[in-house]
């Protein structure tokens, strides 16, 4: 398979690594820092689009692949205010995978969180709170991957409505604690906790390569289907 990296920072390099070492060929590295650009790379003669960049990039990026008509696998992360809209593109005939976090493991336990506060939800005896701890180069707070988790708290647990950064302001809300530190690969840490007992549940990542077999795995899956495709139907959860 063809594949076209746009950002070719740290995990860009790293699913350039794992993509070869799966037989994939990449035709083009668009990244300010190495001087391609979409028209002068083999961007066109891609099969797929896998794209990390920055939020503020993120969204014309896909614009410039749907101009090509090119399925696109999406990391990146802090842009999802434009998330209907590229479903929309979807609906008109467009292709476009999205995950906060493309680690089988990471995917598991959102699962696990799900079900974890679908048994919260009667346990009002019980606050919850969540800790996510990166890298100091990180440009968005809280991650996606926390995001993510929230949502699904949201969802399950009929006594929260929202979540916070880095406070709490009402019962209702959920804080997420960012921590920014040394080259921390991600860890996310769900906390129950009442007058008695913690329940913890916790993912750390011990590097990249995790996130970046997923997007590769999801670029193999991209391939062969169509429309706004996620990680719970190609991991059939
Ligand atoms: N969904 C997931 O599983 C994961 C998502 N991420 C997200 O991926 C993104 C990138 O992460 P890293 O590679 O660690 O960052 P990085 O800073 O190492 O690399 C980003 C690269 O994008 C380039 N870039 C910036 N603007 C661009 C543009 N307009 N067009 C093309 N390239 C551009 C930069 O020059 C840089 O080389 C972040 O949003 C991060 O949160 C990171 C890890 C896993
Ligand atoms: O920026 C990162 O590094 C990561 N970003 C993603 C996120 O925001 O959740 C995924 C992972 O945690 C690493």
Known sequence: M???LIGYGKMGKTIERIAESRGHEIVARIDPFNGEDFSASGFPKADV?????RPEAAYDN???CFKHNL???SGTTGWLDKLPDIKAHCEKGQTFFYASNFSVGVNIFFELNRQLARLMNTQADYKVGMTEV????????PSGTAISL???LIENIDRKDKWELDKQSSDKAIEIKAIREG???GIHTIKYESEVDEITIHHSAKSREGFALGAVIAAEFTAKNKGFLTMKEMLKF
């Open 49 to 53: 689009v896998i794209e990390f960049t």
């Open 2 to 4: 063809k594949i076209a």
């Open 62 to 64: 896909y614009m410039a």
């Open 183 to 185: 080259d921390v690969p």
């Open 71 to 73: 399925p696109v696998v």
């Open 150 to 152: 929230a949502e699904d």
């Open 134 to 141: 990166h890298h100091t180069q990180k440009l968005d707070a």
